[in-house]
Every structure is written in structure tokens, then in C-alpha cells.
């Protein structure tokens, strides 16, 4: 014997008790996050807007640079065509992280 599926209490308590900043569905397509935004925008929305929640809701095969984080170590070989630049080469290294990080962040705050 089966059990039916009790998506609408599920996200009736994740929205309603919790909460919860990011929603993040593992799995091949953004099904249940579909149904989530939906969800949130329906009934939850206000709510959220009244008392400064901001959800997001993302796949894990879908929104891979939002979910994953880049750690320095990765910059810093991006980094590494811009110090064969001359006047990059003037720069300490602490310099132009400071540099990325606040063009990095500028951008993000942008997006």
C-alpha cells in the first residue's frame, strides 16, 4: 500500500514555521522548485515582504553559480593573466584581492 504525497502540507510547513533563506531542490529538473516558487508567490509572498524575508529557491542542475561557492584559491589563478600586466604588476597581491572582492561584490549586488 502506498502513501500520497503530501507536497502542499510540506511546503505549508516550510513556509509557514521556518524561516529558511535558501531552498535548493537535488535532482535532474527544477520540478518541486517550479511548484515551490509558485507556492511562495501565491501565498507566502506578503507575508515574507512584511517582515523582510527574502527566499530563493534554486535546482541543483540548474543554478550551479548560485548554489556553489568559489574559494580564493580559484581567484587567485584567475588572477594570474593579470599579473603579466605591467601596472598590475605594481599592485601587492593583498591590493588587488581587495580590488576583485569589491568588483566581485559591486557586481553581485548589481545582478
Same mark, same amino acid.
Given at each position: 500500500? $502506498?502513501? %500520497? ?12 514555521? #521556518? ?8 535532482? %535532474? ?6 511548484? &515551490?516558487?509558485?507556492?511562495?508567490? $501565491?501565498?507566502?509572498? $506578503? ?12 535546482? &541543483? ?6 548554489? #556553489? #561557492? ?10 594570474? %593573466? ?9 599592485? %601587492? ?19
Amino acid at each position: 500500500f $502506498a502513501f %500520497p504525497v503530501r507536497w502542499i502540507e510540506t511546503q505549508d510547513l516550510f513556509f509557514g514555521q #521556518y524561516r529558511f533563506e535558501r531552498f535548493i531542490e537535488i535532482g %535532474p529538473s527544477p520540478t518541486l522548485t517550479g511548484m &515551490a516558487v509558485r507556492t511562495l508567490k $501565491a501565498k507566502y509572498e $506578503a507575508k515574507d515582504d512584511s517582515t523582510s524575508v527574502v527566499r530563493r529557491l534554486f535546482c &541543483a542542475s540548474k543554478h550551479q553559480k548560485e548554489i #556553489y #561557492y568559489q574559494f580564493e584559491d580559484d581567484l587567485e589563478s584567475q588572477l594570474l %593573466p593579470l599579473l603579466q600586466l605591467p601596472s598590475v604588476l605594481l599592485l %601587492p597581491l593583498k591590493t588587488l584581492r581587495s580590488v576583485l572582492s569589491t568588483s566581485l561584490l559591486r557586481l553581485s549586488l548589481e545582478s
